[in-house]
């Protein structure tokens, strides 16, 4: 496949080591530095574009990308409230279209252990959760969005919680998401269930920006011959 890298930061040329190592060929990066090089001409001439750029920008790309009839494999984060009009979009425009908090094949796993732990513990109602996520201080936004994605399957399951926030507090109707930023540090999640009796507590921690840049490629390798809106669940029936 020709691809193209919408955010060429250390994600980027992570994600480009390995497009090579599987025989892909990598025709544009695109960076803050050369954006104006990011058009919808020098999109029809490639296969599939990952986008990994900023908050900011990634709805931009994202336009640019369906306009260009280009499939788009999402891993930016921060933008979830424009989810909806996204989707009207790719629908119109007939485009194929793959977003995720997060492209790791173990973090995917890890998020198919939590929905079944939150359903298990639903009706547990002596048990409090919390989520404690810990990322590089250069991670834009705050918190995660896979601790977001724990925190929605949580609260689906949990009538006890009407929403997340990002700070501890009092209030038992709120789920707590405990953000860290450390320097060198690729990922960890945590989730806990604590009682006056025990803890129960499941944990993903990545060991380096590997494992995200391949779950990038297997999900633009997907979606490179296909229509519609994916996600990586999709990814990893195949």
């Known amino acids: 496949m020709k691809i193209a890298l919408l955010?060429?930061?250390?994600?980027?040329?992570?994600?480009?080591?390995?497009?090579?190592?599987?025989?892909?060929?990598?025709?544009?990066?695109?960076?803050?530095?050369?954006?104006?090089?990011?058009?919808?001409?020098?999109?029809?001439?490639?296969?599939?574009a990952i986008e990994f750029s900023t908050p900011e920008q990634v709805l931009t790309n994202i336009k640019l990308c369906l306009q260009a009839?280009?499939?788009?494999?999402?891993g930016t984060t921060g933008w979830s409230d424009s989810k909806e009009l996204v989707y009207e979009q790719v629908k119109k425009s007939n485009g194929s279209f793959l977003s995720t908090s997060n492209f790791s094949v173990g973090v995917n796993i890890f998020f198919e252990i939590n929905r079944r732990l939150a359903e298990l513990m639903g009706n547990h109602k002596s048990y409090t959760s919390e989520?404690?996520?810990?990322?590089?201080?250069?991670?834009?936004?705050?918190?995660?969005?896979?601790?977001?994605?724990?925190?929605?399957?949580?609260?689906?399951?949990?009538?006890?919680?009407?929403?997340w926030e990002n700070e501890a507090n009092d209030n038992m109707k709120v789920l707590e998401i405990i953000s860290h930023r450390e320097s060198g540090v690729s990922g960890t999640h945590t989730v806990t269930y604590d009682s006056d009796i025990d803890r129960i507590s499941i944990k993903h921690e990545a060991k380096n920006r590997k494992g995200f840049a391949l779950g990038a490629l297997l999900a633009a390798e997907y979606i490179y011959t296909k229509k519609g809106i994916f996600t990586m669940q999709d990814v990893l029936k195949n």
């Open 7 to 48: 955010g060429y930061g250390k994600m980027g040329k992570s994600i480009e080591i390995i497009a090579l190592e599987r025989g892909h060929e990598v025709v544009l990066k695109i960076s803050s530095s050369n954006i104006s090089d990011l058009t919808k001409e020098s999109l029809q001439k490639i296969d599939v």
């Open 69 to 74: 009839g280009t499939p788009v494999a999402v």
């Open 131 to 163: 989520i404690q996520e810990i990322h590089h201080t250069e991670k834009l936004d705050s918190p995660s969005g896979t601790a977001i994605t724990l925190a929605d399957e949580i609260i689906k399951s949990n009538d006890s919680y009407s929403h």
